[in-house]
């Protein structure tokens, strides 16, 4: 097996354990051929091919699809067929290769199911891979002009190949804008609206685009907030149920942990070991208790639990803390006295 060989297995295998399903887009951005940002670029009908954005030539990228395919058919993966269009308004084809030779791109539009997927998720896959991308407009605070009607603006822009338009250049003027944060709401007034599109701004720390929001149609903004208020009752009974079985559950993990804790530590006495269950294992807290080892009640897990309420309870680490005392020599100076403490809880009472 070749280094390359070696290389497109990793990748895909770890694609499609996270989702069941690999492309040729999974393998190059995870052999690190081309950038994610340089995708999203792509995939916004803003480059020629994405070969232009990669760091090899065609040959290397026609080798990695068709070891790709290779490995799939060893791994009993099914082939299924994706559409790929570009994110603007002209829904144009995308080409991954700058000669475009059919061939080629039926091979790199190939996705690679696993069998264990169910009808039903085949089925959502299938629908998401065929759909058209979501419109895009940007997120600009700085001042830009239009490059149709050439007025100077700050706010939304649609990019259009490497044009930058207004929204009423874009024929989008229409649409108003809905934030992002309300699930709901969002989802329902872009199912409503004939047209809408995405908001996403640059983050330059991160390199990344995040959204934003969304721009729908006023109308249908308004019909999706009649909807959300009349299934506010019904939610807002969901979630109290919710809460109620959230807490049982809580209750009867924190009674588990309880008794983990009086099992390694007999001498411990039994408010102790409830309130150190009760509080590592709080919901959020992003304590030990919560972690997925001390789910499983496993010893080392809950032993760290037993040390931290030993070490802020029996000792004087938190004056040390107070008094300037670094938090490494704070422990040094404590650790005999939360020895002596775990000893003498060892020893049934």
């Not at 770890?14 to 690999?22: E, I, P, Q, S």
């Not at 058209?132 to 001042?143: C, F, I, S, W, Y």
């Not at 006495?269 to 030990?288: C, K, L, M, N, Y």
Request: with cysteine; proline share 3%.
């Amino acid at each position: 097996m070749s280094k390359l060989e070696r290389r497109v297995v990793e990748v895909a295998e770890k694609a499609l354990a996270a989702r069941k399903v690999v492309s040729a887009i999974d393998v190059l951005t995870g052999l690190g051929w081309v950038r994610a940002r340089e995708v999203d670029t792509w995939r916004q009908g803003r480059l020629d091919a994405l070969e232009s954005a990669t760091a090899v030539e065609q040959a290397r990228l026609v080798d990695a699809v068709s070891l790709l395919a290779s490995w799939a058919g060893r791994a009993g993966l099914e082939p299924g067929d994706a559409a790929y269009v570009a994110a603007s308004r002209d829904r144009r084809e995308l080409r991954f290769t700058l000669r475009g030779d059919d061939a080629v791109e039926r091979a790199f539009r190939v996705h690679w199911l696993s069998p264990a997927l169910t009808p039903a998720r085949r089925a959502r896959l299938a629908e998401r891979q065929q759909a058209a991308p979501d419109l895009l407009a940007h997120a600009v605070d700085e001042p830009w002009a239009c490059a149709s009607c050439g007025e100077t603006t700050a706010g939304f822009q649609v990019l259009e190949d490497d044009d930058r338009l207004c929204l009423d250049c874009a024929d989008l003027g229409h649409l108003v804008f809905l934030p992002a944060g309300d699930a709901a709401l969002s989802r329902r007034a872009k199912k409503e609206s004939g047209l809408s599109a995405v908001v996403v701004r640059l983050n330059r720390r991160r390199k990344r685009f995040e959204r934003r929001g969304i721009l729908v149609e006023e109308a249908a903004l308004a019909r999706a907030e009649e909807q959300c208020l009349a299934d506010e009752d019904v939610r807002e009974r969901r979630r109290e149920r919710d809460e109620v079985r959230r807490a049982a559950a809580d209750l009867s993990y924190q009674a588990e942990f309880a008794a983990r804790v009086a099992a390694l530590f007999p001498g411990c006495p039994p408010d102790r070991a409830r309130a150190i269950a009760a509080h590592a294992g709080e919901r959020s807290s992003g304590r030990v208790g919560r972690s997925a080892a001390a789910r499983l009640f496993d010893e080392q897990a809950v032993t760290l639990a037993v040390v931290a309420s030993v070490r802020h309870l029996d000792t004087d680490y938190d004056a040390l803390l107070m008094r300037g005392v670094p938090r490494r020599e704070a422990r040094d100076r404590i650790r005999t006295r939360i020895d002596q403490v775990l000893t003498t809880w060892r020893r049934p009472r």
